[in-house]
């Protein structure tokens, strides 16, 4: 029976690199998967420039293969996503630990109007020997917290390889990773644009391959982690900036008038000195969540932030360089106080204690000021029109 591709309603998407010892009996499970349901679909093989003969597997056992010539985890599911032809696409891993012959409950969410259907290993079961010590019990449950908390994602498995989604829905999160961070953008996009996510148990079982898996402990696990800092400026800049900023500031004007004995603890002008540094650190952290959220909003890397906008608006070039000018210039009137001291002792020996009291906040007020305007030049930058 021929099927047009406009009668295909699911693509089952497998990666594949050199996968000759597991790979026929991944899509036997999805093809029966297929015949049982009464779901037309196909199953679609990005391989990834394999030298064992998967890809004469693939095509023998009645797969359709993509060739992929980007090395890469998420350059195989782009290509192998990009190329299928059905409205719903479930992926996952050809090495057997996914059981393809069980997705009914990924293809009634999605027929039920969810975008990004998500596999739950914790919720379906692991078996023994299916993941190792530490992503079981370190590294999916940080990075999942963390991809709870920084992008409201509802997934409590964030790094599932078994998903399913509606194909337009995820090409138009313009996903654009190549490695195994791949798995993270997508959910990571997904709840940012406030797509219909959910979960469905899944059960994971040990790989059938006799050769170590691809996917490298500590080195793939800090890619995912850097990716989900880079993708969420305020948690990476804004938030720890705002506090530094804030702490620093209180302690800078609890010292200001002279020496605070705390706890025992004398604090003078060294405190005082740190605290500085604390304010312009903080003041720069702020700065370094606008430059990064309005270039990720312009390069279409994040969805338009409201707040950033609002924020774009109200803090124009103009009024940043006068805000940045009237701070500098109170710098520069207690830095001109200082040296007119100075000069009144003759240029000699001066009360640091007293003396610092001036240059310190002279010092600070010229260092912000500096930093307000030229923050505010390079953010009028990121702003321009692009071609």
Known sequence: ???????????????????AETLAVCIAKARSFLARSGVVGEVVIADNGSTDGSQAIAEREGARVVHVPVRGYGAALQAGIAGARGRYVIMGDADDSYDFSKLDAFVEKLRGGHDLV????????????????????L?????TTIGRVFFGSPARDFHCGLRGFRREAILALDLRTTGMEYASEMVVKASLSELRV???????????????????TWRDGWRHLRFLLLYSPRFLFFYPGATLLLVSTAVFAW??????????????????????????????????????????????????????SRLQRLFTLERGLIVGGAVFGVGLWLAAEAVFSWKAKNFGGLDYQITLRVVIPAVTAMVSGTLIALGSFLVSLLTLGRR
Request: aromatic share 10%.
């Open 255 to 308: 010292l200001l008038p002279g020496p605070v004995v705390f706890r025992g603890f004398g604090l003078d002008v060294h405190t005082l000195l740190f605290a500085s540094a604390g304010i312009q650190l903080g003041l720069l952290s702020m700065y370094f969540w606008w430059f990064a959220r309005t270039f990720a909003s312009s390069a279409g890397l994040l969805p338009d932030s409201a707040r950033a």
């Open 118 to 137: 998500m596999g739950n290993r914790f919720r379906g079961g692991i078996a023994p020997g299916a993941m190792p010590f530490l992503h079981r019990y």
């Open 1 to 19: 029976m021929i099927v047009s591709e406009s009668d295909i309603e699911l693509s089952i998407v497998m990666p594949c690199l050199n996968e």
């Open 139 to 143: 590294g999916n449950p940080v990075l």
């Open 198 to 216: 959910t979960e469905v148990p899944t059960t994971l079982s040990p790989d059938g391959r006799s050769r170590p898996p691809h996917l490298r």
